[in-house]
């Protein structure tokens, strides 16, 4: 079955960075876009980025542009999200996510908390 699995969050002090992978399996990760979201205490789950099978970019926020990117390697069936310049207001649980067969399947997250 499908399955995403989300490493790579933690705490870090404003201004630091992280890197999140989530690696995929039970579907042929190569042809399916993956993306990332987040969702912060008290707030809707929005999109942070959306990366092709051929890797192009749709970015999500303008808060994120720029500091965030998202790449993927099919060979080893993870997607990344770099995270640059890192804000409290960044602080959220970051979920994987990939749409096939007209469904939606979710990692279970991994929780990034930005604070000094």
Do not use: H
Request: glycine share 12%; charged share 15%.
């Amino acid at each position: 079955q499908v399955q995403l699995v989300e490493s790579g969050g933690g705490l870090v002090q404003p201004g630091g960075s992280l890197r999140l992978s989530c690696t995929a399996s039970g579907f042929i990760f190569s042809m399916y876009a993956m993306s990332w979201f987040r969702q912060a205490p008290g707030k809707e789950r929005e999109l942070v980025a959306t990366i092709t099978t051929f890797g192009g970019i749709v970015n999500g926020a303008d808060s994120m542009k720029g500091r965030f990117t998202a790449s993927r390697d099919n060979a080893k069936n993870t997607v990344y999200l770099q995270m640059n310049s890192l804000k409290p207001e960044d602080t959220a649980v970051y979920y994987c996510n990939v749409n096939l067969n007209f469904r939606s399947y979710w990692g279970q997250g991994t929780q990034v908390t930005v604070s000094s």
